[in-house]
């Protein structure tokens, strides 16, 4: 059994939808288990005890929202060397910008996570091609746990 955690901020609802349909990709695939949780929720434990994670922010002043490196912040120096290769997902939302990805992507180099396909990119509330590419994002993160 693989175990995805998908950590993510969201104040108007799309990242929330975002992670939700992250989470329903991985979900498809056989022997995974997921759990969602907002950044500031999320523990050092969640991290420890995951196969792989998915992180997903709104893009707010083409930055990360402070929700999602709340979790980076408090995360980072307790799994450092233990996290090293875990595979990692990456979405952001925004309206018009996306520059956002830029941070959180180097944040994920910091761990030294293995970011498993492209960052998927959502203009507003997922729907239709862009809930697509999220439910297949979820999805090669639960393959990328098993292999």
Do not use: W
Not at 41 to 47: F, G, H, K, R, Y
Not at 95 to 109: Q, W
Not at 114 to 127: T, W, Y
């Amino acid at each position: 059994m693989s175990r995805i955690l998908v950590v993510y901020h969201s104040q108007s609802g799309n990242t929330k939808a975002a992670a939700e349909a992250v989470a329903r990709g991985a979900s498809a695939v056989e022997g995974t288990e997921v759990e969602i949780k907002g950044g500031l929720e999320a523990a050092t434990e969640d991290l420890l005890n995951c196969d792989g994670i998915a992180v997903g922010t709104p893009d707010y002043f083409s930055y990360m929202a402070g929700g999602l490196k709340d979790f980076f912040d408090r995360t980072y120096y307790p799994t450092q060397g233990q996290v090293t290769d875990k595979p990692c997902a990456i979405f952001v939302t925004h309206g018009g910008g996306g520059k956002a990805v830029e941070s959180v992507k180097s944040i994920c180099g910091s761990f030294k996570f293995r970011i498993v396909g492209e960052p998927v990119l959502v203009k507003n509330r997922p729907e239709g091609e862009a809930e697509n590419q999220l439910l297949e994002l979820g999805k090669a993160l639960a393959k990328a746990c098993t292999e």
